[in-house]
T-cell receptor, first 111, second 113 residues
């Protein structure tokens, strides 16, 4: 079964900084998920990607399938970006599987 | 278009009791997955239901069981509650086809005294 390693666990940065969060997984997958969780619990899907790069506003996600590695970047970070960012992959690699999650990166952006 | 709804939002139980949590998937979704999230940890996959059957299961004991109804809604049952079962329980729905995003409910916060 897939295992997910995410780094860093905690990250504090100043407003405007470029943020990078990394994710590695152990078993080949059909797609990787990046999610955001705010205090109180709600989880929102940010990206699902199986190759290359996706961009949504100031968020960019990249994946290298051969290296089993993905990164989430935030450009021009803002205090409202403060949240927990979680990487997730299918439990056994299949596209309709339940998800195995990383432990999350707790991001704080200070004004 | 309602998203994923879970009930109740909060629940307090004592050790040894049994609990049932409920989930209504997003309209059009046929697959429901359940996750347990302990404080400060990432969610852990419990199981997934599709076509009223458990399709996939994570590393959870048999005390955790579920059900899916013909309207795709789902229940999570936990028997013989332990203190360690205190967590946020998240339900996510999706389409059964490959590589579809999962849509999460706000969760049920379960506290065991």
């Amino acid at each position: 079964k897939n295992e997910v390693e995410q780094s860093p666990q905690n990250l504090t940065a100043q407003e405007g900084e470029f943020i990078t969060i990394n994710c590695s997984y152990s078993v080949g997958i059909s797609a990787l998920h990046w999610l955001q969780q705010h205090p109180g619990g709600g989880i929102v899907s940010l990206f699902m990607l199986s190759s290359g790069k996706k961009k949504h506003g100031r968020l960019i996600a990249t994946i290298n399938i051969q290296e089993k590695h993905s990164s989430l970047h935030i450009t021009a970070s803002h205090p409202r970006d403060s949240a927990v960012y979680i990487c997730a992959v299918p439990v056994s690699g299949g596209g309709a599987d339940g998800l195995t999650f990383g432990k999350g990166t707790h991001l704080i952006i200070q004004p | 278009d309602a998203g994923v709804t879970q009930s109740p939002t909060h629940l307090i139980k004592t050790r040894g009791q049994q609990v049932t949590l409920r989930c209504s998937p997003k309209s059009g979704h046929d697959t429901v997955s359940w996750y347990q999230q302990a404080l400060g940890q990432g969610p852990q996959f419990i199981f997934q239901y599709y076509e009223e059957e458990e399709r996939q299961r994570g590393n959870f004991p048999d005390r955790f069981s579920g059900h899916q109804f013909p309207n795709y809604s789902s229940e999570l049952n936990v028997n013989a509650l332990l203190l360690g079962d205190s967590a946020l329980y998240l339900c996510a729905s999706s389409l059964s086809v490959s590589n579809q995003p999962q849509h999460f409910g706000d969760g049920t916060r379960l506290s065991i005294l």
